[in-house]
């Protein structure tokens, strides 16, 4: 078994795809759709999410399932809430390489994290998250970029070197639960950084937003087994500033646009919508107080409108900070 396999030709899948190829010989890239496979392959870019980033010439598409089966391994980059039906296709064929998770998000329904879903079907797989600060096109185009690859077994090391460029470096980090709601987490505070700018609540308030969004994470990290040290670096406060600070973060757009009245757009992938109702029922089970998290999950299921939201946060007791 040899090479990389990227599974999910979406804008991340493909950035990474990219990268990857410019440092080795074997890239694969996968895509569901064999005539979406069969147009990349044939114009040599992504001109849907990628248009000005050709393909090296290492990389190429395919959608058979035979390339899990024969690489070393494979980068899962498949949104959280479609995983299960993923892996429930393609668990034989993902059982004997290593498998890098690289989705943000909580399952909803049942409130597990992307790791467990693939414990669930591949429980003998080597298997490391790669998450923080990255956006697809930043990567594509060579820029600096730093993140996480936190895993428990013995094959972190070795991935670090296989999956580390000289402008994509990964840190490693023995701490995967941390490191996957680091990356869940961030998603929701960002819709409500989101809501708060397109309502044009000022900087003072995004930031306060942002500092009480990231003392909600840890407490819910910490009562799941993470470590808190992970969740201030790359994979949590690294990934939340970004993510809240950008118009070039889908979740933080998705906030904006809802705070300036308008609808999500149709089409686009946001793990932060159901990671938030997801996160609402896990705290609530946990005996865990995250009022921000329960605000966006209530404006996106349209139960409160954003000004019922400010409101009830405005209007919660005076507590000490810690």
Known sequence: ????AIAGAGAFGTALAITLARQNDDVILWARDAKKATQLQTERANTRYLPNVPFPHALNVSSGAIVFSSAATTLLVIPTQQLRGFLQDHANELSQG???LCCKGVEAG????PGQVLQ?????????????PGFAAEIAMNKPTALTLASTGSVAKSLQSQLSTPTFRLYLSDDPVGAQLGGALKNVVAIACGIV?????????RASLMTRGYA?????????????ATLAGLSGFG???LTCTSEQSRNFSLGYRLGRGKNRQIGKTYEGVATAQAVVELAEKRG???????????????????????RALLSRPLKQEF
């Open 1 to 4: 078994m040899t090479g990389i």
């Open 98 to 100: 290593a498998c890098v």
């Open 110 to 113: 049942t409130g597990l994290l």
């Open 120 to 132: 669930e079907f591949v429980p003998n797989a080597k298997t490391a998250i790669l998450t923080g």
């Open 197 to 205: 700018m397109g309502a044009q609540l000022g900087e003072s308030a």
């Open 216 to 228: 909600e994470i840890l407490r819910l990290a910490v009562d799941m087994g993470a470590k808190p």
């Open 239 to 241: 990934d939340l500033a």
């Open 288 to 310: 865990i107080d995250m009022p921000i998290t329960q605000m966006v999950a209530g404006v996106l299921r349209e139960q409160m409108t954003i000004e019922q939201a400010v």
